[in-house]
């Protein structure tokens, strides 16, 4: 397993990463742009648009869907030709509610792709707040392809309202550009009846 140490930048918006393989220096984007979607069948979908050069780098898109605990929470994470996924953090967390138990989070499907090597996702408590984290640290033939993952989330406090998900993520590009993301969503949970609130 490769093991990497996060070194202090020199230059401002730059974070550098150094392993037993080689040093990469990685473009930090950390100010997406945020929105709401709204499809046909009712579905309200958030997004975080990471763009460099006035082009989208990353486009990840979320969803806490209708229905009772626990809920379906849908991700899915577009990016840019030429590039390639490297590793994809989630921290689910309840804001409103930081002393509950960690949020419940299970993976509805194992994330595979078409041919191997097999994705390698990691699932566990962050230690920082009641965080809970999925982690992909390698992404094998889904690298540089549209990944999607099917949730399932359980607010573990009766007075927990607000899902808040902490995102960071690493893309490779062409002639070695490599990028740091870092973005969140938050989200309401929804009523037994409807979907998720968008006041």
Not at 39 to 49: C, K, M, N, T
Not at 128 to 134: K, Q, Y
Not at 140 to 145: I, R, S, T, V
């Amino acid at each position: 397993m490769r093991r990497r140490a996060f070194l202090a930048a020199a230059t401002a918006g730059l974070i550098g990463t150094a392993g037993c393989e080689e040093a990469v220096v990685r473009r930090a984007v950390s100010d997406p742009e945020r929105g709401i979607e709204r499809r046909r069948e009712g579905a309200v979908r958030r997004y975080l648009d990471f763009r460099t050069d006035d082009e989208t780098l990353v486009w990840i898109e979320m969803a806490l869907l209708r229905g009772t605990a626990p809920f379906d929470f849908d991700v899915d994470l577009s990016h840019r030709d030429g590039t390639e996924l490297t590793n994809l953090r989630l921290r689910f967390r309840t804001p409103t509610d930081e002393s509950a138990e960690p949020v419940g989070v299970a993976l509805e499907a194992p994330l595979a792709g078409d041919s191997p090597p097999t994705p390698s996702v990691s699932l566990y408590h962050s230690g920082e707040g009641a965080g809970t984290v999925v982690e992909v640290d390698e992404f094998g033939a889904l690298a540089d392809e549209t990944v999607g993952l099917e949730c399932l989330v359980t607010p573990r406090s009766e007075t927990a309202t607000t899902l808040a998900v902490d995102v960071t993520a690493e893309v490779d590009g062409p002639l070695g550009g490599a990028y740091s993301l870092d973005g969140r969503l938050e989200f309401e949970f929804p009523p037994a009846d409807g979907p998720e609130r968008t006041d």
